[in-house]
């Protein structure tokens, strides 16, 4: 273990820039996992970390203790003060990991079922949407440059570890996804008069979520193998775009699993 006492001890500067600013962290090319359950997914699903760091006072919980045991990278242990500075959480346990972000190479042709997140702005949603994409079984997530950065600390903690059962493409080019496909692509549209219940789900499919405001784009919509709506009574106009992911997604698994033989 190494320990940092200094507000001016560069590498302590450079993790407070970086947990200051999402941009930060995309430029490098880093994450940061804050608390418990991220870190101990991390090490269960990806493997070590770049870094650990721990505040002083968070050593003498076992859980903490449980991850440091594990760490075989340096372990970074800071005064609490100085620690809560680099954590969003508020009453949280201080952990924190310092990784690479994942990077795949490229993005895949649409084969299998696979979520596009079309401007989706809100850190919250984007990460309740990769949770539920992950709890539902699929594997690929693409996200159009207007989208929120995917590996920010807000939507991995939104997310629930769930990044780390994904492989996860930003900046992807969606329209041209979607015109190479090669499974129906399903745009979500609160105005579509097809509802999703009346969709052959049992398939792989590839559904397109928009911006909260705006919604899918006019050029996705176009593109689109099917726009589908999800029925509501009342009178509220639709539900929040994360709320409509869980519809869509559980709905397919409900009909992949009734499709499958006894």
Not at 100 to 114: G, H, I, K, Q
Request: proline fraction near 5%.
């Amino acid at each position: 273990m190494k320990t940092i006492t200094s507000r001016d001890n560069a590498f302590y500067k450079e993790l407070k820039h970086l947990a200051g600013s999402a941009q930060a962290l995309r430029r490098a090319g880093k994450a940061l996992l804050d608390g418990v359950h991220l870190c101990q997914s991390w090490l269960d699903l990806k493997g070590q970390p770049q870094h650990c760091i721990v505040s002083e006072g968070a050593l003498a919980n076992p859980e903490v203790a449980a991850i440091v045991g594990r760490v075989q990278a340096e372990t970074i242990v800071l005064p609490d003060a100085l620690f809560g500075a680099l954590s969003q959480v508020e009453h949280g346990v201080h952990v924190l990991f310092l990784v690479d972000t994942p990077r795949p190479a490229r993005a895949p042709a649409l084969v299998e079922s696979a979520v596009l997140l079309d401007g989706v702005q809100d850190p919250g949603n984007a990460g309740s949407i990769l949770r539920s994409a992950g709890a539902a079984g699929i594997r690929q997530v693409y996200c159009s440059p207007g989208t929120a950065s995917i590996w920010s600390p807000k939507v991995l903690r939104a997310a629930m570890g769930a990044h780390f059962v994904l492989d996860v493409f930003e900046q992807a080019d969606l329209a041209a996804l979607v015109r190479a496909a090669r499974v129906p692509v399903l745009a979500t549209s609160g105005y579509a008069a097809e509802r999703i219940h009346d969709v052959d789900l049992a398939r792989p499919v590839a559904w397109v979520l928009g911006h909260e405001g705006q919604g899918v784009s006019r050029e996705l919509l176009d593109l689109a193998t099917h726009r589908v709506a999800i029925p509501h009574a009342g009178a509220v106009e639709s539900l929040n775009v994360a709320a409509c992911a869980a519809v869509c997604f559980f709905e397919q698994l409900r009909q992949q699993q009734a499709s499958r033989p006894a």
